[in-house]
């Protein structure tokens, strides 16, 4: 336990020194990293007998018809689309101005 611990503290003080002591464009790669893994989540659950989203749905509706396991399969088609989307603009606004990147990741990647 003790180790858990240690290791936590050491990971979280390396992060914080990292963006610390680094210019900008590391604090830009945030966004990337996290649209990259919630693409990831819904892209990888396509190929699983269950998608994410359906694993939600049964969460609160219980047993899915037939029809309502066509359409939350579909709509995970759809999410991974737009993540990816998603994850593509935020690394190109990476390499763009810092207003430009601002103004996605801050607000226009929230409205989609």
Known sequence: ??????????IT???????HYTEIFV???YP????????LVFFI????KETVIQKFAKAVD????????????????IWSGLTF??????????FMSTKFWAVYNGFIAYLL
Not at 1 to 10: E, G, I, R, T, W
Not at 32 to 39: D, E, G, H, P
Not at 85 to 94: A, R
């Open 1 to 10: 336990m003790k180790l858990k611990l240690f290791v936590s503290l050491c």
């Open 13 to 19: 003080f390396f992060v914080i020194l990292l963006f």
């Open 27 to 29: 604090v830009k790669l």
């Open 32 to 39: 990337v990293f996290a649209n990259l893994t919630v693409f």
């Open 45 to 48: 659950s396509i190929f699983s």
């Open 62 to 77: 219980g047993e899915l018809s037939q029809n309502a396991l066509i359409y939350t399969r579909n709509l995970t088609y």
């Open 85 to 94: 989307f998603n994850f593509v603009m935020s690394l190109i606004s990476v």
